[in-house]
């Protein structure tokens, strides 16, 4: 019984690291606003890719996102170097990223529960 505990508890070691070092690498991730093939365009307030000059609509970020800065978003907070307006346009276009998108993996990382 004794051995058992020791096996169960060794795994339990080897585990723990593997989960905070995968934490952290969602939290590094990052997410470009548009995805490159899309960077001639603008975002649309409700996330939608629309032709560059739109009125009412915002111009690629200059920088992708890391997933905690957009964590952070998601929890309230605005994107680094935009305006509130801009930020929740920049997060209504991360939350429709799909499969096969530049950055949706680590959209859908930091939807998973921990």
């Known amino acids: 019984m004794l051995g ?28 470009p606003v548009p995805d490159p093939s899309r960077s001639g ?18 111009p690629a970020s200059g920088r992708p996102f890391t997933g905690e ?4 978003a998601l929890r309230g907070r605005t994107l680094p170097g935009t305006t509130y307006e801009q930020s929740r346009a920049y997060l209504n276009y991360i939350r429709r990223l799909q499969s096969g998108t530049s950055g949706f993996t680590c959209y859908a990382s930091l939807q998973m529960p921990r």
Do not use: M, N, W, Y
């Open 4 to 31: 058992g505990g020791l096996a169960a508890a060794s795994a339990v070691v080897s585990i723990r690291p593997a989960l905070a070092q995968t934490a952290a690498s969602v939290l590094h991730c990052q997410i």
């Open 41 to 58: 365009q603008a975002i649309a307030a409700d996330g939608s890719l629309v032709p560059a000059g739109t009125q009412g609509a915002f």
């Open 69 to 72: 800065e957009v964590k952070a």
